[in-house]
């Protein structure tokens, strides 16, 4: 191939992937309620612990949540919904008021640093089938 051919063929390379890197570029950006939406998968230390929906739909304790009975001590007792931080989610009590915060790596990923153990992260989607 000439050096014409190579450079066009890798800048068609590049900008194929441009639209995959824009797609991925929310870190620390608040959860839209309507992107939230559905399933998402609680993992600790590369194995995963449980399954959380989110809703839309507004509470008093802001948007909808619901967890799978695997979740246990991985989320603090009495979660119950959640609500968009500044630069992520955050998980809330029945009266609204914060449990539990993620901050936002990108457009599926969401980690929460924990002080006494390892970190927690909140992946969209269900998860595999080894679950």
């Known amino acids: 191939m000439s050096s014409p051919t190579l450079a066009l063929a890798a800048a068609l390379c590049f900008a194929a992937a441009l639209p995959a890197i ?3 570029n929310e870190a620390g950006v608040p959860l839209a309620p309507g992107d939230a ?4 998968t609680l993992q600790s230390a590369g194995h995963t ?16 949540m619901s967890a ?7 989320l603090p007792q009495g ?5 968009p931080t500044h630069d ?3 998980f809330t009590g029945a009266d609204g ?3 539990m915060s993620f901050g936002r790596w990108s457009n599926s990923l969401f980690v929460s640093h924990r002080s006494s153990a390892e970190d927690v992260q ?5 998860p595999g089938p080894n679950y």
């Open 88 to 90: 992520g989610l955050a």
């Open 97 to 99: 008021q914060e449990v």
């Open 68 to 74: 799978s009975p695997q979740c246990g001590a991985a």
């Open 22 to 24: 824009a797609a991925d």
């Open 49 to 64: 612990i449980c399954v959380v929906h989110l809703s839309d739909q507004k509470t008093p304790a802001g948007f909808g």
């Open 79 to 83: 979660a119950s919904g959640w609500r």
């Open 37 to 40: 939406a559905g399933p998402w």
């Open 122 to 126: 909140l992946k969209r989607g269900m």
